[in-house]
């Protein structure tokens, strides 16, 4: 009995979550913002759809290593002329885009390292100069 209501719940609970999905979906499609932060190797549509949807002005930003440090994902850079100055890593950003950005990186990175070794395996005489 009580595990044909945890089932019933689960079903629903997985029911919702794809309505949400194809909601997110339909937004990405939609948006010009999300089409084309979808373009980056790694971002698919709902990081993008995140980070449009936590950066609703992005003028404010004036670099790819300034939304970094935006998100606290590297140090905030304070410096003038010759001299470098590195804040710290506040980590006070996003988390979760954080977390989506860190986790499609690794996945680009592995695949990329997974086709380069099938590629050596194939022609290991290439790889080498020989």
Known sequence: MVLKLLIAQLRSV???TNVLDDNIMSWHRNSEA???LATI???GYLTASAIAAAVPDPSFIRSGREFAAWLGL???QNSSGDKERLGRISKQGHRYIRKLLVVGATS???HNITHLLAHEESAPNEAHGL
């Open 34 to 36: 999300g089409r084309y």
């Open 41 to 43: 190797s790694g971002v």
């Open 74 to 76: 590297v140090p905030r």
């Open 108 to 110: 680009v990175l592995r």
């Open 14 to 16: 997985e029911k919702n």
